[in-house]
């Protein structure tokens, strides 16, 4: 995967050192936080109406989220880090993603400066597409018709894609996040199309579970405000085999810590190796009950007991 990060997508941060982009672009615009069946549905098309016209696939993406920048009270919980993001879009076959660095000086650009500047010199677009609620340029003054108007006056052409819907309802990250928060794993993941996960690096732990017999491998968070929390039935790839189960806990761990972070821990089943600082993608596939505090050790340890157990029958695992 190529990715170019910058103010307006034009310097190369990662894998590709070379400062130059393809001559024309067919290019997708979005968050795409989750990269949910409707951010699918616009890479399967961005693919194939970019072979028609001669242009090479890209995504335009953010970062930070703008409501990051504007409300960070109130802006909503992330499905996905930036490297999760990539990871997910070099799974479905994207070879480019242009990071623009989202700021106020960014959101300042009215929408023909916008245009001008990212669409047509920076990337050199032959074809956009968009969401059919697409907006852009300051204050969001920007919307499709104008996108059209301009697209005609550089030489570009813009599509809409029209909502997608999944289980009953429009495939949307709030749609995500609200099955999260709900615990409703299987609703996330039809409109995901593909299990909820977190990936991240196995850091060091306080070793409390290996105390009290149950050793956790502890996956660095990359936001402090996950969109699930609770314990979980989960499968873990990035092992020496497609998936690994186990029980996961992710939360604050009320029972040993006042006013802990976020943490997830995962007890694999049948597993006695270090991995420590290995990459990690957890799958939540089950949610078994909420996060509790819990009144001493022995009564926290016979609930991890219940759980495993639960979590190995969820998941057809032998003791």
Known sequence: MRMTHGSFGTHDRNQDRSPN???????????????????????????ARAASVGALPAVLTFEPHPREIFTPESAPTRLTSLREKLEILRSLGVAHVHVCRFSKPFAALT?????????????????????????????????????????????FEAEALHTIEAAGQRASSTAVREALAAGDMAMAAQ???????????????DQLGRKIGYPTANIQLKHNKPPVKGIFAVRVQGLDQPDWPGVASLGTRPTVHANGRPTLEVHLFNFNRSIYRQHLRVEFLHKLRDEAKFPDLDTLIAQIDLDAQQARTLLNVNP
């Open 21 to 47: 982009i393809a001559p024309h672009n067919a290019v997708t615009i979005g968050n795409f936080d989750g990269i949910h069946l409707g951010h699918q549905a616009m890479l399967a098309r961005l693919t």
């Open 191 to 205: 409109l995901l199309g593909r299990p909820y996960s977190i990936s991240g690096r196995v850091v060091g732990g």
């Open 111 to 155: 929408a023909e400066e916008f245009v001008q500047r990212i669409l047509v010199d920076g990337l050199k677009a032959r074809y956009v597409l968009v969401g059919d609620d697409f907006r852009f340029g300051a204050k969001r003054a920007g919307d499709f018709a104008l996108l059209q108007r301009l697209g005609e006056v550089h030489g």
